[in-house]
């Protein structure tokens, strides 16, 4: 059949597998095939969860005229970009710089070279709010290739040559000083919501990495400031309807500024984000709020999102049968019909679920501005809520497991483990990591993507890949002390210096030996995860506190002197990079723990206690070779720890009495 996507992995591929239209998958073929015919490639990139995609592709490329028009004029492509972020950032850059703005669906007109022409977004079926309809633009862009392709190539040259004078940009400084990072907090105060949480207007999203940031700073420096900023934006986010009142879990974002309406998809990372971030701020001040949702939001991830093989699936759709938000809303009637008309009504009233309602055709979203005077009650109402709406038809899952996505999840399961006392989040993190390691390193010791149904796929892994399973599993040994971790951690560590570093001291997203595109993507900036660049700068300072090798850490300092440019002119796209910047400054803090595994566990839960940024810890056994850390390290009478900190070591303790003051901020 002409359309080939049948066999596709990626869940986000298959669903267009039906489609009249003749879509390749992104590689040789496609560009060969536009060669021969000579036409251009129509690249359209999107992913499983994303609304406007599904629009889109019911309203144009299930169009059998539409998809005669393309296939006529084009040859066509289409990429998963949770599978291909490296195309996906070459031609988003052309978008952006094309419209002034980007996102998804993105359409992009090609040579059959690869280098954009035009771009743009979603378009319509019929003109719409100025914009041409989709068979309008693609009857002009056929007719400008076949009678005026001297503009066509003028166009691509231009854009060529910009995009690529952008990634030679250098980015080479000192990392950030305690000047820059108090300067990054008071520009973030005056971008600060002071009513709602957050940081700007409509659309807001959740800012994992500025609050992981903030809390770091609070930790260290004392600064009220940030602690409130934080605080505020955790709380609104947990309060409000961007967050599942019933399973626990956050949507992508809101579609206002009060947290009130979510655009429904659920992704891994921003839940694996979020879990960590409550979970410090849960460590730093012991917030009710913060460990229930910690807890709630682990479990859904456990429940809703793990896959029969152990890993993460990357979402959850924000459609229900082509209607957005058809699983979580509700109407007071629905609510007196699970619940009965008294029970109704006090839920309608905890919820803010009204006759006029939130979202569309008087359904609300749940929210919880205040907790219940009456806990008991509300878990029993809470548990009855969801398991009716769990006979409501279900989001689709697209069931991917991407090893960035699931880099971050083993993190912070790993971490709630330890703090919560919850070995079954410890089990699922030892999971994962087990999956990612055997089924998405291949015979050469290289990463790859994702996989499904514990197939991997044939994209390669990038950088985000490669720092963030590092942080994973570093934090996994930090809590488990199974050398396995640390050994792989250093292993990409090692992969990062001879792949991906650059000649100013920072990374490209691509590896030296990766697929050639128009231009090697390079980007310090955070966007809904860390950066690459920034993810691996921590991953790097990390390993080199452990081993005490210089080149890791020197090469973590370099790579932070991007953060340093941006702490002080645009600090929201480098909360992750400032972050990194904290525990830099704070640390090393080198906190060793060797005893029997059995018996250690005091120690060690006292050590994850302490919201030092520049903490590191490293379980084993006394005497053990590897990480360097541990060597000559006995165990004096039981389980002891060694702690040093700035290099100097402190004499060795027994007792969590004896250990808490000297790793405290």
Known sequence: MSNRLTNATSPYLQQHADNPVHWFEWGPDAFAEASRRDVP?????????????????????????TAELMNRHFVNVKVDREERPDVDAVYMEAVQGLTGHGGWPMTVFCTPQGDAFYAGTYYPPQPRHGMPSFRQLLSAIAETWQQRRDEV????????????????????????????LDAAVAVLGRQFDDERGGFGGAPKFPPAMLCEFLLRHHARTGDAAALRMAGESLTAMARGGIYDQLAGGFARYSVDAEWVVPHFEKMLYDNALLTRVYLHWWRLTGSALAERVVRQTAEFVLTELQTPEGGFAASLDADTGGVEGATYVWTPRE??????????HWAGHLFGVTEAGTFEAGRSVLRLPADPDDPDRYQRVRQQLLGARRQRPQPARDDKVVTAWNGWAIAALAEAGVLLESPEYVRAAQRAA????????????????ASRDGVSGAPAGVLEDYAALGDGLLALYGVDGDVRWWLAARELADAVLDRFTDDSGGFYDTAYDAEELTRRPRDPADSATPSGWFAAAGLLLGVGALSGEARYRDAGEAALGAASALARQAPRAAGWGLAVAEALIDGPREVAIVGAAEDRSGLLKAAWLSPAPGLLVAPGEPNQADPPLLTGREARGGPTAYVCRGFVCQAPVTSVEELTPLISV
Request: glycine content about 8%; aromatic content about 6%.
């Open 41 to 65: 490639i129509l690249l359209s990139v999107g992913y499983a969860a994303c609304h406007w995609c599904h629009v889109m592709a019911h309203e144009s490329f299930e169009d059998v005229e």
């Open 153 to 180: 190539e003028s166009a691509a040259t231009r854009i060529g040559t910009e995009l690529r004078r952008r990634s030679e940009l250098t980015v080479a400084g000192q990392p950030p000083t305690d000047a820059d």
């Open 335 to 344: 609510l007196a019909s699970v619940l009965g008309d008294a029970e109704g």
């Open 434 to 449: 087990e999956l990612i390691w055997r089924v998405h390193r291949t015979e050469r010791g290289r990463l790859v993507r």
